[in-house]
């Protein structure tokens, strides 16, 4: 009556997964817990699908109650693997597991409802009928199975759609995956009842899981052996404060100076060796390696802080000797979470953590609390983050204009093109602020194209001529100056508004002289096409004069910290400065002019041009052209 043939693989199968569950480490997490009941639940279900229906098919004599509860049993387990899929989901979609009031209506009264239909099979035949003979058929309630089945699959894969942004692609498209196999399996079972087919689509779907959320690979780090970051952050998303206390980091000083001086090899050797000393001497604590040498340690006690820190210090204070006899010193600097903010958002936390031990430094601080302040941090940088992000998705960026005069007849002669982005609130964000995130984030280059096109086009709706405007600069990022297609790309937006390269000078820092040959073949490429080039923030310590000769600039920016170490105490670098900047070809431009006396400084040691607000603010691009309109 019933066919059995996949029944052995599978419980093979389960059953190895079973034995990995419990043999390699794991995160005291919800979803590895889930994923434990989905494994026990199935099995007992398979167990019970295959008793019932052997008991029903070869023996006789079995009493009815026996075959009765047997079944009930069966179809409890049946709906409970149900609720286990359902849940495993929602643990992937960061879905608190909690019984509010639409999650009752959602999930728990049909489960219950179902649940309690099932039960009273004891009395009524309502999902199965077994006649007095042992002839077993299907109850007027049972495709109510069914209908519960489609209904929380239906509620995942709708769940899993509206928030697909909260997932990565390798999350988004595991979880269709093994719902829409779910599904196939009811169907299925439907179609050919005598087959036991339910088991191995559910057993694909196990499989899916695995390979997406439960291979202990997704959470390890192979060089040191202890859990990696993607790890810490599931670990940080359902952290207790009263259960895991104690969150200790420690990073190694100069890491990527010491992989230079030891080698790749030989670090990762150390790592390792790090590694295992940490989980042979802390067992009761869960080590977590970052990369770049930051580790994380999570325990319950947060009173072994201090003698955590010093079994570390100690040990870093000997070498550690690879099995090619090679000693490395290593120092590490310590941090601490403390435990008042662990209710904070986990994500805040998370990137407080990992920011804190990139920025740890032994000779200013040996130890250091992540408290609210460091939350609140990170918090506005996430904020800035979004508007960014924000901005550029809707061109949204706003050109403001600051005004370069001539140093001598103190009238307009050109102006610099600046970026500003609002917050939520519809406040300014500071450039300083947004500029570094942006060019963490990648966006860096949109901003800048975004910023070189509304140039163009306020040059082409605007008399510059008449304002007396000769050029507008326009700032471009280290990161952006990186693109190869940068001439490219530009070239089209000159031509998109048919304006004339000369018009605009492109301004580049003096860190983008850091990988000074790259920066002069890209010069070189972009004045075939007729671009410009003005060196900004002078004085910042990257150039020098016979490097800066080397480039095509037409002019030098004299950093504003430059130009009021001057003022505040007068001596002859400067003004030689700016002299040999001159007999090099190049005008000279002081900025951070708030003053009259400041401008005539400038102006006698020999500067062309000034900026600075003794002559505008940044002025939004309407209200510059209001003003300098004759």
């Known amino acids: 009556m019933w066919n059995y043939n996949l029944v052995i693989p599978e419980l093979v199968i389960i059953t190895t997964f079973l034995i990995f569950y419990f043999t390699q480490p794991r995160l005291p997490i919800r979803l590895h817990k889930s ?53 495993f989901t929602n643990i992937i979609l960061s879905k608190d597991i909690r019984f509010s009031k639409r999650r009752i209506i959602t999930y728990l009264l049909p489960f219950i409802a179902i649940n309690i239909i099932i039960l009273s099979n004891l009395f009524v035949d309502t999902i199965f009928c077994i006649s007095d003979n042992g002839e077993y058929s299907k109850g007027r309630l049972y495709n109510l199975i069914y209908i519960c089945a489609f209904y929380y699959i239906a509620a995942c894969i709708f769940l899993t759609i509206h928030n697909r942004k909260k997932l990565t692609r390798g999350e988004f498209i595991p979880v269709i995956a093994y719902n829409l196999v779910l599904m196939t399996g009811y169907i299925m079972r439907i179609i050919y009842p005598t087959y036991l087919l339910m088991n191995f689509f559910t057993l694909i779907s196990i499989i899916i899981i695995y390979l997406s959320f439960e291979n202990p690979t997704l959470f390890k780090e192979e060089k040191s052996g202890s859990f990696n970051k993607k790890a810490l952050m599931f670990m940080l998303r359902e952290i207790n404060p009263e259960w895991h206390p ?77 099995d090619d006899d090679i000693d490395m010193f290593l120092e590490v600097c310590f941090t601490q979470v403390k435990p008042e903010i662990l209710s904070s958002d986990r994500g805040v936390l998370f990137t407080a953590i990992l920011t804190t031990l990139a920025e740890l430094d032994p000779d200013t601080q040996n130890h250091k609390y992540i408290d609210s302040n460091d939350i609140n941090r990170i ?73 070189f096109e509304k140039t163009c086009k306020f040059i082409k709706e605007h008399d510059i001529e008449a304002m007396g405007l000769s050029w507008i600069n326009v700032n471009l990022s280290p990161i952006q100056f990186l693109r190869r297609d940068l001439d490219r790309r530009f070239t089209a937006i000159l031509q998109k508004y048919d304006i004339s390269p000369e018009k605009i000078h492109l301004e580049i820092t003096e860190e983008s002289m850091i990988d000074f040959d790259l920066l002069q073949n890209q010069m070189l490429k972009m004045k075939e096409s007729g671009f410009r080039f003005v060196l900004d923030d002078y004085g910042r310590g990257y150039s020098n004069v016979a490097r800066m000769k080397k480039c095509p600039f037409i002019n030098v920016k004299l950093d504003m910290e430059f130009v009021w170490d001057y003022f505040k105490e007068k001596d002859q670098i400067l003004p030689t400065l700016v002299q040999t900047i001159k007999q090099m070809g190049f005008t000279v431009t002081a900025e951070g002019i708030e003053n009259q006396e400041l401008a005539d400084t400038m102006r006698d040691i020999g500067c062309d041009y000034l900026q600075g607000f003794c002559f505008s603010k940044p002025l939004s691009a309407s209200e510059f052209a209001t003003k300098y309109t004759p």
């Open 35 to 87: 994923f434990l009941f989905i494994l026990i639940i199935d099995t007992l279900t398979i167990f019970f699908d295959v008793g019932c229906a052997a008991t029903l098919e070869y023996l006789d004599n079995i009493p009815l109650c026996i075959l009765r509860i047997s079944n009930v049993i069966y179809f409890l387990l049946f709906v409970q693997r149900m609720m286990c899929f359902t849940i």
């Open 379 to 451: 918090r506005t940088n996430m904020q800035i983050k979004k508007s960014v992000e924000l901005s550029v998705e809707q061109n949204s960026i706003e050109l403001f204009l600051q005004p370069v005069i001539d140093a001598k007849t103190r009238k307009l002669i050109g102006a610099e093109s600046l970026a500003r982005i609002r917050d939520t609130n519809n406040e300014y964000i500071p450039p300083p602020l947004f500029i570094p995130i942006a060019e963490k984030n990648g966006r860096i280059n949109d901003l800048g194209e975004q910023m």
């Open 246 to 322: 104690l969150i200790l980091g420690f990073t190694i000083h100069n890491y990527s100076d010491l992989r230079e001086i030891y080698s790749y090899t030989q670090t990762d050797k150390g790592l390792s060796l790090i590694g295992m000393y940490l989980k042979q001497t802390f067992p009761k604590l869960l080590p977590f390696y970052l990369h770049d040498g930051r580790f994380v340690l999570i325990g319950k006690n947060l009173e072994d802080a201090v003698l955590i820190r010093t079994y570390i210090s100690q040990r870093f204070e000997a070498p550690w000797k690879t």
